[in-house]
């Protein structure tokens, strides 16, 4: 009796610590992970007959026996299977996942309280709720959200970083690039309150924040230059490229820049524009090896397509549905190959032998200019000449893959998700599950964009919300961004993520203005100083107590290497480029392809405009997580490791940026220790503490008598890269400042943001 006292007394102190439970917050996660897989969506693997994620089925008696009986543990199966000690009956088996002790009493007290099922708080439409109050702290709404979650757990927010920090931190996250040390002194000594402000909005009217907006939209498209598989032959997408980075400089709207990918040419009457942007659709890859079946792979076209688009667009994985009904999300086998005759109307093949360039169906980048100029060249040039001119005015204006429904396919449910094992006709449709689909309209890839951007779809706004934040605080409201299904990680502020999403919509799917709440926020602002509390209560930063401070990304890194050393060109748009890379990389696939490196200012260019093969992606690109872009990516990865920073000290562009960087250093002044310091603060932002400044100048100083004692170093040193050094500086001093322009944008304030 005493041992049931105390195990009732243990309970109960439980559950008043742990209040209320929640489906969504506290059930959900345990059943999706280790219950759906037998007890959810998918009838085929579904045992029992039992449904957990449905109520009636949980509900529901079967032989005189409930699974569970809202409000009695003793009536409710589920409870006698998860504690029982016999290993034929235990609940999930013994020999798959087990529950822990804590979500087993999650689950008791979830069934005492009555066993409340919720609808995925994901797949409920989102509204404005009631603002929290604030005292004394905060920009906008924003701040009003985080105060109140920070309160709960007794944190304040961290006090606003240094002027100098913030406008090194915004610039980065605005525009992939630092800012200027003229603008550093600009904001510093601007002292009006609209300060900040007025330079968020100078960083989005440049056209650097196209280019740094676009590579983050390029890996959820996965854009490449190539082709892909073994040939892995040259692809020119890029003019779709251009389309992106113009579509955030002109600040389209989300929806429209969501129909315009969909489904721009479906529009009445579809501009060239429109038309190019369904080169989304057709970024993925194509198998040009010999001996691959046309139907299988024009079938893989297709379903990529559908899952890239529930990816990117609804942030769940439509892929489980291809082979069967989806484990946890309400999505059925056949709504799949719904979504499938969507894209299923094109006139393609699957397999193309040595296909170089673009498959059809394509367009002519910019047709009326290329026909116009091609008149002029035939009129100017012959022969040999002619040719020439005319292969310079292709590579301007090449055939780019779009979408163009010329040829009306049945479509049909695959077993297995096989090509070759075909079920039941379907016809065109939507997700039912989400939001009310259309009636009486033409289903059609138009009818999808629309009904994505509708305003009453729950994911949409939501997910682009969530990966915009993830993009500026360094982790998403949702920490799992891939993924808002069922097995999506619980919002650390779901009140502050409904708010932004539907304050996102009723502002017209303005991406500025959303991007703007967001940096001039307070919560944005902090110093991203810590602390032990700090770190003990919030030290994934999940609540902001903190400042953001996030590794640079892979383009981010390198682009930031050439701004500062003066060798990067800001030409905007156009083809991609062959840069550096590794001697022999691309040995054992050159057989259908030869590297050939371009020179001069095609060096230089933005890493978003650097080519992507996609079977060989280049190295110091995937050192710091940049995808092969061989599949969709909408989260990439932060690791750290060693080979990072040994890329960053040996690899040619950042040794050949330093050396320029040396160059500038050198000019500024004849006295060694000003030098340093003025290269400090123009890397940083900040002018360097007085340990800084020592440790800087012994080690220039150790480094030049190295040099002096071997001259020969600093000439070998000084010839890494193509760019060439002024010959009147002394070389042996030269190649002591390359060391110390290395050293310092290896730092970990150059490296993070």
């Known amino acids: ?234 692809n020119s997408q890029w003019p779709w490229r251009n389309w992106v980075i113009e579509a955030f400089n002109q600040n389209m709207s989300y929806s429209q820049f969501t129909i315009e990918q969909l489904a721009g040419d479906l529009l009445p009457n579809p501009t060239e524009s429109q038309v190019l942007a369904t080169g989304f659709n057709r970024n993925h890859r194509i198998n040009t090896e010999g001996g691959a079946i046309d139907d299988e792979w024009r079938t893989e076209y297709v379903i990529d397509r559908v899952q890239t688009m529930g990816s990117v667009w609804m942030g769940i994985t439509l892929s489980c549905a291809r082979c069967h009904d989806h484990k946890y999300d309400p999505i059925s086998q056949r709504e799949f190959y719904q979504l499938f005759a969507l894209f299923n109307n094109l006139d393609e093949k699957g397999f193309i032998n040595n296909l170089r360039g673009s498959a059809e169906p394509r367009m002519r980048y910019k047709k009326e200019n290329f026909d116009f100029r091609k008149k002029q060249l035939q009129s100017k040039f012959k022969d040999a000449q ?58 059609n890839r138009l009818a ?22 993830e993009q500026f605080f360094g982790i998403g409201i949702v920490k799992s961004s891939e993924n808002l299904g069922v097995q999506a990680d619980w919002p650390s502020h779901p009140e502050l993520l409904d708010w932004l999403a539907s304050d996102f919509v009723e502002n017209g799917w303005n991406v ?8 001039i926020s307070a919560t944005y602002q902090q110093s991203a100083n810590t602390d032990a509390r700090r770190q003990r209560i919030d030290p994934e930063n999940r609540l902001l107590s903190r400042g953001p401070r996030n590794r640079l990304t892979a383009e981010m890194l390198r682009d930031q290497s050439l701004f500062f050393s003066e060798l990067i060109v800001e030409k905007h748009g156009g083809p991609s480029m062959w840069v550096y890379q590794p001697v022999g990389l691309w040995r054992e696939v050159e057989k259908r392809g030869t590297f050939k490196q371009d020179h001069g200012e095609k060096l230089y260019r933005r890493s978003l405009y650097s080519r992507i093969r996609r079977t060989v992606a280049h190295p110091s690109m995937l050192l710091f997580d940049a995808p092969s872009r061989e599949v969709c990516t909408v989260r990439r990865s932060s690791t750290n490791t060693p080979l990072q920073a040994l890329a960053l000290m040996n690899e040619v562009t950042y040794v050949e940026a330093s050396k320029k960087f040396a160059e500038k250093i050198m000019n500024y002044s004849t006295d060694s220790r000003d030098r340093i310091e003025w290269a400090f603060r123009s890397a940083t932002s900040r002018g360097p503490e007085k340990d800084e400044l020592e440790i800087l100048v012994n080690g220039y100083e150790r480094r030049l008598a190295m040099f002096n004692a071997n001259p020969d170093r600093a000439k070998k040193l000084l010839r890494q890269g193509e760019s060439f050094i002024n010959p009147a500086f002394n070389k042996v001093e030269l190649a002591a400042l390359v060391t110390l322009a290395n050293v310092i944008l290896n730092l970990d304030e150059l490296i993070n943001k």
């Open 512 to 519: 500025k203005r959303l991007i703007k709440q967001m940096v």
């Open 1 to 234: 009796m005493i041992r049931i006292l105390i195990t009732f007394l243990f309970c109960a102190l439980a559950s008043i610590s742990r209040g209320e439970v929640k489906y969504n917050k506290d059930v959900l996660p345990i059943l999706a992970a280790k219950c759906f897989s037998c007890h959810g969506e998918d009838k085929v693997k579904r045992k029992a007959n039992l449904r957990l994620d449905d109520k009636n089925s949980a509900y529901a008696k079967r032989d005189g026996v409930q699974a569970i009986l809202p409000g009695s543990i003793n009536g409710s199966e589920l409870i006698n299977r998860i504690f029982t000690n016999n290993k034929s009956e235990v609940m999930p088996p013994s020999d798959e996942v087990s529950l822990s002790s804590s979500e087993k009493a999650i689950l008791k007290q979830w069934i005492t309280e009555g066993a409340r099922y919720q609808k995925h708080w994901a797949f409920q439409s989102h509204s404005k709720p009631k603002l929290p109050s604030v005292v004394d702290w905060g920009r906008n709404e924003i701040d009003n959200f985080i105060l109140k979650q920070m309160s709960e757990v007794d944190l304040l927010p961290q006090k606003p970083t240094e002027r100098e920090m913030l406008i090194r931190r915004v610039s980065l996250d605005l525009t992939g690039l630092p800012p200027s040390l003229e603008e550093v002194d600009r904001f510093l000594e601007d002292t009006k309150p609209n300060a900040y402000e007025k330079v968020i909005d100078r960083l989005l009217a440049s056209p650097r924040y196209g280019e740094r907006m676009a590579v983050w939209w390029l890996d959820g498209a996965r854009y490449g230059d190539s082709h892909g598989y073994d040939n892995d032959l040259e």
């Open 386 to 443: 002619l040719k020439a001119a005319m292969d310079q005015l292709e590579s301007e204006h090449p055939f780019v893959m779009i979408m163009k429904d010329s040829k009306i396919r049945r479509s049909f449910i695959l077993n297995r998700g096989q090509y070759d094992s075909i079920g039941d006709q379907v016809y065109p449709g939507l997700l039912s599950a989400f939001s009310k689909v259309p009636k009486n309209i033409l289903m």
């Open 448 to 469: 999808l964009a629309r009904w994505l951007t509708d305003g009453e779809h729950p994911l949409t706004a939501r997910v682009v919300v969530n990966r915009l934040w």
